[in-house]
């Protein structure tokens, strides 16, 4: 199953490093990580896209939560939450294929951004699928490069992540496997 | 003009010294959090700070090891037998590296330990400077919380926060990397020593214990026909042996510890079912397999206790307290858990329990019985007048129980049978490298105890392998007055690695013999039982150090030649040959179970 965990940090060197150490040698499997500033000068945030099960998962926010500057960790995967991925691709518009290209950049409201005498720049913002599937509208015309950045996502609420409270389980329930 | 002098120092002691550098700030903030002792080995990037050190000598004591790593495994003794932080200090580079070992076993262990580190000036940093390595890079995983100062005004602080992090919740270890440039810039104004932390991630406070758990376990307790404690070092770190002797007394419940949890529980209480796991006790794992309730009570479900988890203790229902939230869930599924303070948790499940929770368990005794009469902790006598180092360890236990000594090990053979056949009585009592496993801890160990503990009689349990892995720090026991007792149990042989050899090589021996590669014993082929003539000479190597010793081969000289040991007053080496034949045994091999636990 496929998790979005969200982990706001102090913003200080070394920190990423410190996650990324951490999950690479306890071998968690992450598909995803991005990194940037919040509202406050002080916290980084970090979204992860984990794949697992819900014991994996567990382990996973665990073990970010015991990590000193990590300050909160949110699983936002069972709430409601907007989730984006950002891409550029550098399209071939050889043989007179810009037009098309430009057609299709519409449909799925995506934008150019760099026009040269053979090819295009495109940025598009939107869930992994819709992005997987541009690639493959894009595919025939000849894609050069592209660039992907990792799942960023925010809970659809008025309230700022960092005021939520932690999670509190002091009395967790035991996992569906545990045959009492 | 004698008399101006005079005038201005006590003027600066009052004042805390208004001429300060960054490493008397430093230094001051360690006294300041209660350090009594530091084990510290000086180098470029750290001369500042013990320059300051000596400054504060009446009030903080330095001790010089002759290793860095015998400083922070001394740092780690002291700190395992006080319950207070242990503290190490080294210089950049090399010295660095040197501590490397220590934090890992400290993390492992959840110890309390912070080391201060020399960092090359920050204008080095990142040029590939002499003795220069990126330390808290290479430490991330292996510390609780790293720092390295980058700003004059952080040092409280940071100290502070070290302090607070390698003590609160469960204990560890935590690094702070200090460049030069800052030991030695001086303060402009006066330090604050007690600034505020900055910690926002950090909540170590214990979380209430939940009524209802408390309940929920009682229940279980009285519903369970087949209950026992299994307790580990959080026991320890806790100070829970009190609560849980109440307990363990009130319910009448079997209780076994793990190799951290020694101590937790009187080993002589016929309540005690001893060690259980890879070597441990028959009867012990015989009773966790069959248990229907296991409380588990600060542990973490190590392979070397469970060996193939999946089948470890199949048939009970599983309470799990634990502080550590990720301990919960990781390698066994808990029905029941609970992230406490093991010894808040004790305490409110010793205030709700009444006469009716209380389960029968006469049958569950007997069966236990039954197995403790069939299979005790055993050894044959090969007669020869051969000191077995089973036997070794009972007499040692009888001739210096009543002195209630600190006790530290090495790794292997030696290891084992002292958490056998020492019967530790009350905790902070044992220390052993127990999660890392890290041969050379025994004798810096013992002397952070015995350093923490003046006066106290220490010993180092030692194997001839372990023991030559940190040999040098003999020096220090001379130089620093710390009259550590070494029973060095020596079989010439990696004992541990040897009998693995022996029941899975076919005894082909693979370099765990330690004497001359021409002897025949190099390749399995010696006769004797014990040698004639034994290498290395650790009674001239003592001797050399300026430490008494001698070496006793004769099971009718070994009771005395040990009571001439513990009667010295200084430190002293006793090298008492063993025969190497031995097997550490009972023994559940590695991802087995305990059906297939070999008795002899």
């Known amino acids: 199953m496929r998790h979005v965990l969200s982990a706001l940090v102090m913003n200080q060197p070394g920190v990423l490093a410190h996650i990324s150490g951490m999950l690479a040698s306890r071998a968690f499997n992450i598909e995803s990580l991005a990194v940037g500033a919040t509202e406050n000068p002080e916290l980084s945030r970090m979204t992860f896209v984990v794949n697992g099960d819900e014991k994996t998962l567990d382990q996973v926010r665990k073990q970010l939560e015991k990590i000193v500057t990590v300050v909160r960790v949110i699983d936002f995967s069972k709430q409601n939450y907007v989730e984006r991925d950002l891409m550029l691709i550098k399209i071939s518009t050889e043989g007179g294929k810009r037009s098309e290209v430009h057609e299709l950049v519409d449909i799925f409201r995506a934008r150019i951004v760099d026009v040269g005498p053979s090819h295009v720049m495109v940025e598009i913002s939107g869930q992994e699928r819709k992005i997987d599937a541009f690639i493959d509208v894009m595919r025939p015309y000849g894609i050069i490069e592209l660039v992907r950045s990792g799942r960023v996502a925010l809970l659809r609420s008025a309230a700022s992540s960092e005021d939520l409270e932690a999670e509190d389980r002091p009395n967790p329930e035991p996992p569906p496997e545990a045959t009492v | 003009m004698a008399a101006e002098k005079a005038r201005t120092q006590s003027k600066s002691k009052t004042l805390q010294l208004p001429v300060v550098n960054g490493a008397d700030i430093l230094v001051e903030a360690l006294i300041r959090q209660g ?114 100062i980058t700003r004059f005004e952080d040092i409280p602080r940071v100290v502070k926060e070290a302090f607070y992090v390698a003590r609160s919740g469960r204990p560890g270890p935590v690094l702070i990397d200090f460049p030069k440039d800052l030991q030695t810039e001086k303060a402009s104004e006066h330090p604050d020593y007690d600034p505020p932390m900055n910690l926002p991630g950090y909540r170590p406070e214990p979380r209430p214990v939940n009524p209802a758990q408390v309940r929920q376990v009682l229940a279980a307790v009285k519903r369970s026909k087949k209950p026992i404690l299994y307790i580990g070092g959080g026991a320890i770190n806790s100070e829970a042996a009190a609560e849980l002797y109440k307990f363990a007394k009130r319910t009448n419940i079997p209780v076994t510890t793990t190799l951290m949890g020694i101590g937790a529980f009187p080993a002589r209480d016929p309540q005690s079912l001893h060690m259980l796991g890879m070597h441990g006790t028959v009867y012990a794992n015989f009773a966790i397999n069959s248990a229907d309730l296991l409380l588990a009570f600060g542990v973490r479900f190590d392979d070397r206790v469970t060996g193939k988890v999946s089948e470890f203790a199949t048939h009970g229902k599983i309470v799990h307290i634990d502080n550590d939230p990720s301990e919960i869930h990781k390698n066994k599924l808990a029905h029941i858990p609970i992230i406490a303070d093991l010894n808040e948790a004790l305490a409110a499940l010793n205030d709700a329990i009444t006469d009716d929770d209380l389960p029968e368990l006469d049958e569950w005794w007997s069966e236990i019985n039954e197995w403790r009469d069939k299979h005790p902790l055993r050894y044959s006598d090969p007669g020869h007048d ?7 360890i009972e007499e040692l236990h009888r001739q210096t129980a009543d002195r209630d000594p600190f006790v530290a090990v090495g790794v292997g053979q030696h290891q084992m049978w002292a958490a056998q056949y020492y019967k530790f009585d009350r905790p902070r009592r044992w220390m052993s490298s127990s999660g890392l496993g890290a041969m050379g801890f025994g004798l810096p160990a013992a002397m952070g105890a015995q350093a923490a503990n003046p006066g106290k009689l220490v010993i180092d349990i030692d194997g001839d392998g372990s023991f030559q892995m940190n040999i040098q720090e003999l020096a220090t026991l001379t130089c620093e007055k710390l009259p550590v007792k070494v029973f060095l149990l020596n079989n010439q042989h990696l004992g541990m690695v040897m009998q693995w050899e022996d029941r899975f090589h076919k005894s082909n021996r693979a370099h765990t013999y330690l004497g001359p590669i021409d002897h025949p014993e190099a390749t399995g082929k010696g006769t004797a039982a014990i040698l004639d003539e034994t290498y290395p000479n650790f009674v001239k190597i003592a001797e050399g150090f300026g430490i008494q010793a001698r070496q006793v081969r004769s099971r009718k000289e070994f ?31 590695g991802g087995h179970t305990v059906k297939d636990i070999i008795l002899e």
């Open chain 2, 559 to 589: 009771p005395k030649a040990l009571a001439e040991m513990l009667a010295a007053p200084g430190p002293y080496v006793l090298d008492i040959l063993c025969p190497y034949q031995e097997h550490v045994l009972p023994m559940i091999p």
């Open chain 2, 35 to 148: 350090v009594d002792t530091i084990f510290a080995y000086p180098g470029g990037a750290s001369m500042p700070m013990h320059q300051a050190l000596t400054h504060q000598a009446d009030r903080l004591r330095t001790i010089l090891p002759r290793h860095e790593q015998g400083g922070i495994f001394a740092a780690e003794g002291y700190a395992r037998t006080t319950g207070k932080v242990g503290v190490c200090m080294a210089t950049s580079g090399p010295g660095a590296t040197n501590l490397v070992t220590g934090l890992a076993d400290a993390k492992m262990d959840s110890c309390p330990v912070v080391a201060i580190t020399g960092q090359v000036a920050k204008k080095f940093i990142g040029t590939d400077a002499f003795q220069e390595t990126p330390i808290v890079e290479v430490c991330r995983a292996i510390t609780k919380h790293h720092y390295l």
């Open chain 2, 386 to 392: 051969l000191i077995l180092p089973q036997y070794a």
